[in-house]
């Protein structure tokens, strides 16, 4: 055994080598009231006395031969971050979180269960759809070397949900290693990002376990690292659809370097984040490429839930029986409430599909009346929600402390608390009543600390947005300053019904331009099912369109990255020197093509024959290029060292050539099979690298 690499790994415990010799070791520590003496024969040596010495001398003397390094960091791993207690804490958190999500539900007997959405899994050089993404992420953990995993998806779609269930299939190997499981809170600053993550550690490991520690066995691997919310910590404006720029990428990089700096040896971590144009940019690749392979990226896509994955086949029949249009709730909360209703009761909120979210409200409520023996009816339980909903627009937070919680609730709905107080039976004071409040369905403990939130961005956004349209004189710019709630608004009324979305929609319009013109799209979309306006000079990345009109309005060079458009109509003449860049056109129709000057790479149509009806040039190229082309397309997926493959995003390619000289270079090689195309960004395949190889590079 190495007494030198021993003396080092008792040293990064904290421990002082007090005694070294051929025979044995005594290794000391002081921590607070505990003083330690850890005895290491290095050879068949009795120790007794030694151990009796220090135990005289007031120390828990214990006496160890270790067979090899390995065993000695196992025995100081195991009981510095106390692996026996990490299993029951594993399932007490996840028994917490699964409970809060069935909380509405009350009596129902409704037990959690987890849904698998369909996602994509994206690595270095190659595409392909996942079953199953625990296990996928599990097989990463068991790898060698240093892995960074994204779970990418659209508000709402279970990022945290899939967190959480990532945690819990840890705790079988919690004998071996002691995952940490950040959640960030809503409203702290990116620029802090260290000191937040410092903070998670310091809540979840005891005091005597100094950062230093920890870093070094997030590195060994021994600690899994679990970030649920990146996206959360950024300024408004990096999550804005469009083009990251190189200043917007400084933010996004100053937290990306803490993670990293943990980014070596067997390190595994994994962060969440609302789906952006961040993880798949340029500017990312290069951030990668600075550590020099230093570690892996996979990245994980979430797509929007499949109600099949949710719903019966009955509940599906009784659905479409009553013409429900299904996209129109493909939202986990209300797929959630659907499921767990009995089939009358879904067949009379389906004769009427526009209150399906009003009814979801009224039963959850209703629940809430009985469990927590509320004497308040449920439309007087919206309107006290309504109020808190716009306090935290108000204060531009979505949590806060209880006590803070607590006093908004009394403060903006004292007449009704006293008159519910008068007709109790129990007469209840306003704090006794705020207190109840605060353990509403409606709201949940967020993070580590005692603060209270709502339990989703969707609840949070209905609420706002009712809100509003009962009192339009609350908004001015005062109320919605954030680009944050603003979007939170639209996207919850995504699923409203039609005549409280135009309502909504003429309310917030004198404002939607203070906003980033992603926003202002999603606003037209979303809520109006039609776009407005003029928008010229721009990028637009990561959005999706369903059922939207692109008639009265007008793109001028404007580049459209990763779209897509469902069931869309175009007018002639909306676009003009446009480029669509790995986009996908579902079941579209146009009155015309678009003109000369727009083009396309990378796109799909699943067969329709749409790109080649809206695009004036033929997108299917039939002409030769040249071979040079090929030269400089294919060593662009190399890295500097000429052999290590890496993603390249069509965008960056544009750079290199010609619009038509790319479009023929592109054309060739994914038909050849050298190169795989998703959306905008591109992989070089193995019989790329073989042929770049045998007949290019030389």
């Not at 144009?277 to 892996?296: H, L, M, P, R, T």
């Not at 207190?435 to 709502?454: E, M, V």
């Amino acid at each position: 055994m190495d007494t030198k690499i021993l003396d080092s790994v008792f040293d990064q415990y904290g421990y002082e080598l007090k005694e070294k010799c051929e025979q044995y070791r005594v290794y000391l520590l002081h921590q607070g009231m505990y003083y330690g003496a850890e005895i290491v024969a290095l050879q068949e040596y009795d120790c007794s006395d030694i151990v009796s010495e220090y135990s005289k001398l007031g120390y828990a003397a214990k006496f160890h031969h270790f067979n090899a390094i390995e065993d000695a960091e196992k025995y100081l791993f195991d009981g510095f971050f106390k692996t026996t207690l990490t299993s029951n804490r594993i399932k007490k958190r996840y028994n917490d979180f699964a409970s809060m999500q069935v909380k509405p539900y009350g009596n129902l007997g409704v037990a959690y269960e987890y849904i698998n959405v369909p996602y994509s899994i994206i690595d270095s050089n190659e595409v392909q759809n996942g079953v199953n993404i625990v296990n996928d992420i599990n097989s990463i953990f068991a790898k060698d070397g240093a892995y960074l995993m994204i779970i990418e998806a659209a508000a709402g779609f279970g990022k945290t949900c899939t967190a959480f269930e990532i945690y819990k299939s840890l705790e079988p190997i919690t004998t071996n290693t002691k995952p940490l499981f950040a959640e960030l809170s809503n409203n702290r600053n990116a620029k802090e990002f260290r000191y937040v993550l410092m903070s998670e550690i310091e809540d979840e490991f005891n005091a005597g376990i100094n950062t230093d520690l920890v870093i070094h066995n997030i590195k060994r691997g021994k600690i899994p690292l679990l970030i649920d919310g990146f996206d959360e910590l950024l300024s408004k404006n990096i999550d804005t659809g469009r083009k990251i720029s190189t200043s917007d990428f400084e933010e996004v990089e100053t937290m990306l370097s803490t993670i990293g700096d943990l980014l070596s040896d067997n390190a595994k971590i994994v962060i969440t984040s609302r789906k952006t144009a961040i993880f798949s940019g340029d500017q990312f690749n290069e951030w990668v490429d600075s550590y020099e392979s230093a570690f892996n990226v996979v990245r994980f896509q979430l797509e929007k839930p499949q109600i099949l994955h949710w719903l019966t086949s009955e509940q599906i029949d009784i659905l479409n029986t009553n013409n429900v249009p299904l996209d129109n709730i493909t939202n986990p909360v209300l797929l959630t409430y659907l499921r767990n209703i009995d089939n009358n009761t879904l067949k009379s909120i389906s004769r009427e599909p526009d209150t399906i979210v009003d009814k979801y409200f009224e039963f959850l409520l209703n629940r809430e009346q009985e469990r927590q023996q509320l004497v308040i009816p449920y439309q007087d339980q919206m309107k006290i929600f309504q109020n808190l909903a716009k306090s935290f627009a108000e204060f531009d937070i979505t949590a806060e402390s209880r006590a803070f919680v607590k006093d908004l609730l009394i403060d903006r709905n004292k007449s009704k608390l006293s008159y519910y107080r008068a007709i109790s039976s129990q007469k209840p004071s306003f704090e006794e009543l705020a207190d109840t409040l605060t353990n509403h369905a409606l709201l949940d403990r967020i993070g580590n600390r005692d603060y209270i939130g709502f339990i989703n961005e969707f609840i949070f956004g209905v609420l706002l947005g009712k809100s509003i349209l009962e009192d339009a004189a609350c908004l001015l710019r005062e109320t919605i300053r954030s680009e944050n709630i603003f979007e939170k608004i639209i996207y919850a009324f995504r699923y409203a019904k039609s005549s409280d979305k135009i309502k909504l929609h003429n309310i917030l319009s004198p404002i939607r331009t203070d906003f980033s013109i992603f926003s202002q799209i999603n606003f037209d979309a979303l809520l109006r099912n039609k776009i407005n306006g003029n928008f010229n000079n721009t990028n637009l990345n990561s959005i999706e369109f369903y059922d939207v009109k692109f008639d009265d309005c007008n793109f001028d060079t404007v580049i459209f990255t990763d779209i897509t458009f469902s069931k869309c109509s175009f007018g002639q003449g909306v676009f003009e020197n446009c480029g669509f860049i790995g986009c996908k056109f579902k079941e579209c129709n146009c009155s015309n093509n678009s003109g000369n000057s727009n083009y396309c790479f990378g796109c799909k149509d699943y067969d329709s024959n749409f790109i080649n009806t809206f695009f004036l040039s033929d997108n299917s190229v039939t002409e030769e290029c040249e071979n040079d082309d090929e030269k400089i397309v294919l060593s662009k997926y190399f890295k500097v060292d000429g052999k290590t493959p890496r993603m390249k995003t069509i965008t960056s390619l544009r750079n290199e050539l010609t619009i038509n000289n790319l479009t023929k270079v592109l054309h060739k090689l994914e038909n050849n099979g050298y190169i795989i195309i998703n959306g905008n960004n591109t992989y070089i395949s193995k019989d790329g690298i073989g042929f770049y190889n045998k007949y290019i590079s030389k």
